[in-house]
């Protein structure tokens, strides 16, 4: 019954067959062999259109590429107040740009509103202000709260964002997720709507280290990757981080890891939710559920042995919190069967 | 004949087996799973003493979290002026440490001479002068020139460093080949020496990417902990990296395959500066052999299908510098075969 | 009838004679001279203890070598969302400190709570969350929309944020207007009640440029001397800032200044309330007066030759906010006549 | 017998009288004043071309504000290692520009030779190599050492650095003595001969406090505007500092104050070289003397009052140093009289 976060996972057998596959032979260095190369012929094969892309060590690490990629001299990055970039990356994007500033929204569910965004951005005639200037937007898609922005919201923010000039950046740690619940193609949710950078996350979702940063538009990734430098992500031998992301495009892996996870959170969340024992204020729409639990509750399954952790819920609708009880998080993975879904599910009963 | 770098070779097959052996089985992520636990407590073993250690994703991010660790406002750190720090890191250590200086001190092999440090050290009463105030001293084993410094010698210069209150620093990218070159132990080259920290790398030496920081001394690693935090570089899952390291210290693979590299490496400068057709400055110690071609021996060596690459040669001393022929950097690894240097050596006959 | 800010007052008539004092005569550079030497002597006799100072060029260089000299790598400072800090210098402090973030908390008028304090500090237990670490307070004093912290209320908040290691930073860019206020001694608003280092600025008071960074309890200015050297602000005759500084704190000046304007604010404040034209939701502590206007009366107020702006009015409490007018800043100084507030109100009539 | 320095000197009496000029009259902060909107027009007078220039506390700042305006991830400047960027400002514009490597060659009296700056540059095809990128050559008129380029050599090192690429900036704290010694126009010595900007000092030459940093070429002074204010040097009453720029603008007198200063030094210099008791390398071409001692004469000469210091004589060519001896520097200001220059020969007569 692991439940603790979906990075608790080892890899995927794809990855793992990928790896064993990767021989002893010689390759040139630092991204001049064959596997390394394919990324972005395979990357712009799925986006639909040609795309540069930059493999890094984490998605901390292509957050806060993203964000250099757009920083300014006074410059301002507009995300959720409870974003990965602002809460769990111990201000990394703040050290790669000095001066950068990320400037929290709120937003239920995880999810910045139109109405919130156009507040603020009122408050930068054409991007600056006293405040210093705009430079960026970063959505996290899935976000932290495990909703989901259509193709349709991602366009709408992203073109009020666009009027005053500002990049557009996805933070997509669970972009497969996403793409697995809304069925769309990855275009129209990326750079169709307006995302210009975007970063893809394979590690969460099968692989033991494998994450990049893709640049849509006709973005270069040229000055990116002076920064890739610098940051000591220039890895020499890319090819063992190739292998597992091209093994998880192969054959749509990515996504069918994607939907398992979904479908065991959904599972997991209906199960709850019909349980009496748990609320869900949000139906899960990736692979992360969030309920309230009582202490006794928790200190049960806790018991019988589920990994799970307490979460803030701030970003819960006044409506929808329950203060006398605790919001937990479930999160659901590749490796997720149904039978641990099952055994919690029968544990609370 | 790939003499081109020890980066272009894959993984030697212990690596390939423990990356096979991982299964899909779920662990605590950030370090929390028993083989990332496991590397302190072994690399503690092999050096004789309690160290902490932090893996990273490159040499160069080992590298520039040391340097960092080291840093004050108006810190000047000492290297030799073709040090990977100084010439290979695109400024990553000064990017990550804003207001770091790297000054550069010349010496022949791409080794600092007790004379030019003290000299150095002269300019800094107590460590600090009008130009700012020393923190560090970071020594390259082996040296870009594929040199090594003797237990005595990195003794002598840390105590020099020592005496004004620098911290001392080992890149140690290819620290595996001094220690193979020189049979001591790695307690005596380190912290035994006056070490502080080394970047003790296992990338170019046989994994696909395993690099990692190793504190002496009783120097904790949480500080520079955050750093890396902040640098992108917590890996979730970092049992994918214990693992290669964890292969690569078992049986002293990591040792055997740099005693391989090196004996490759000697008998190829043997091999040359026996033809007549090439002249060696420096009988390699490392892995790394340095000599000078003709233009057209060059030609005929890459057209017959080896790999190598030119190389700058300010750090040979005036008397066996050939100012009509081009230096040459060859380099051997864990993968290079008896066969392919006698092939080249045949091929220039 | 001149409202809109302090800082376009020139100097008062003392500081300049005290530079009109200042010959030709020849000095050691740096601060080697006898005045500069003066200036904390001086400062500890009105801390009634020994301080070390700075000198810096604006209250924003003060306040960021303070955020710097707190600074760590994940470090957070907790500062209001509306302070000068957050809002009014470009991410400066995030530029020289990078990897800093400034963690904003709402409250009315300015003034941080202690209830809003105590719920951040209780989300970083020991001063640590995934989030990052706490490393410093900034309080402003006095805050940006004219209010007062009292000794007991600094000292309140000062030792919650010290029971978990942070230090107290002040930004005293209208400090001196604080002590006017309170009639309390520097040394009360300041070390007693827990403040590690304060901006004191004399600029907005009637120096021409004078602003400096006091640091109290033994608090070395040593480092933070290397920074502001980095900063570009290590001027080399500092002789004619300490002259300004001098004048200030000759009889009282400094105080008698910002009495006159605080005394012109309450004037000007309580003209407005009773003129029915205009309500004033916080009655001025300091010298600046805010206070809400029709459309109609702003226009006719400028055309007139009033020069006052609009400020922001979201630290203003629900039940004192108008939402059909507009909250208007009108800022008095040492060189606000009793005939501007008399015109001014007249106008309004 | 004051010849420590010539920031030593206080305020010349045209800058005093500016400033007791300055009244408390009112006027618009942040340079919307009337004297400080004089300052780019008198300016693009001198200079017979539209220039933009940002007010900064110190030549520090403005160098440190041009190299951050040339800088880019990976970036290099240019600089004679001897240079006041180099070695004087404690790494603040490796501070102000995370990432920024000052790439030091030497050259004779502190200028940088036309073959040393191209054999550089060839290590950099089109400005980039495994080392970074060369973003930026810096010059420093007059140099360190008290030399001087002449228009044809300042336009041939530009024109180098520009056929890859880099912007060109001149570090001027002394530049008035470069145009009174070389009789040339402002424009001649700087954008026609391929300066971009220029850090334009005051302070050295009778003004308080005053630096600027000149753009030229139609550069945007916008982006650095930005920079600066995060620095912290946004003054709020620029009008102090326009005051002492305009009165030492006018009628010469920065021009008068340099000659004199020049004059000084050569006559001091030529005293000295007569003397027989000390040898001048150099003769100054701006207002520094260096010249070697014995230990007995500098210990009369600090005995009978006189201040100066010792000097590196790294840039002494080998033919020309005096190992026996003691370089030390004597500078000369507006300030210094001929009594003085004649009191100092006498003593050592």
């Known amino acids: ?130 405040q210093g200037r705009l430079t960026c937007l970063s959505l996290t898609q899935a976000t932290e709260l495990g909703q989901i922005y ?26 497969a997720n996403a793409i697995a619940h809304l069925a769309c193609s990855p275009a129209d949710l990326t750079w169709r709507a307006g995302v210009d950078c975007l970063s893809l996350g394979f590690t969460k979702n099968g692989a033991w280290a494998a994450d990049l940063l893709i640049f849509f538009n006709g973005e270069s990734s040229v000055e990116a990757g002076y920064i890739r430098k610098q940051m000591g992500q220039n890895f020499s031998k890319p090819r063992f981080m190739a292998a ?38 949000f139906m899960p729409q990736a692979n992360e559920v969030f309920a309230y639990f009582d202490a006794a509750d928790i200190e049960r399954l806790q018991k019988a042995g589920a990994s799970f952790y307490p979460w803030p819920d701030e970003d819960i609708p006044d409506d929808l919190r329950e203060d006398d009880k605790t919001l937990m998080r479930l999160v659901c993975s590749f490796a997720t069967s149904s039978q641990e879904v099952e055994n919690l599910l029968n544990e609370l009963d």
Chains 1, 2, 3, 4 share one sequence.
């Not at 060590?57 to 507009?78: C, D, E, M, R, V």
């Not at 994607?258 to 869900?280: D, F, P, W, Y």
Request: glycine content about 10%; proline content about 6%; charged content about 15%.
């Open 150 to 175: 259509t193709q349709q919201e991602v366009a709408h923010l992203s073109s009020l964002a666009k009027q005053i000039g500002l990049g557009v950046h996805m933070d997509g740690a669970r972009f």
């Open 244 to 281: 597992q992301i091209l093994a998880m495009l192969d054959n749509d892996i990515w996504l069918n890891n994607a939907r398992h996870a979904n479908e065991k959170a959904t599972n997991l969340a209906t199960g709850l939710a019909a349980s009496g024992k748990s609320s869900v204020p």
């Open 1 to 130: 019954m692991m439940f603790a976060s979906d990075n608790w996972a080892g890899a995927c057998p794809q990855v793992q067959q990928a790896l064993a596959d990767l021989g002893p032979e010689i390759a040139p260095a630092y991204g001049g062999d064959a596997l390394s190369a394919a990324v972005n012929a395979r990357l712009s094969d799925i986006f639909e259109a040609p795309v540069e892309s930059l493999m890094v060590a984490t998605g901390s690490a292509a957050n806060a590429l993203a964000l250099a990629h757009f920083a300014k001299p006074g410059g301002i990055t507009l995300a959720h107040t409870n974003a990965h970039v602002m809460v769990d990356e111990y201000n990394g994007p703040e050290r790669l740009s000095p001066g950068l500033k990320i400037l929290g929204l709120p937003g239920p569910g995880g999810k910045l509103t139109a109405d919130g965004l156009a507040n603020v951005l009122s408050r930068f005639p054409e991007g600056v202000s006293r």
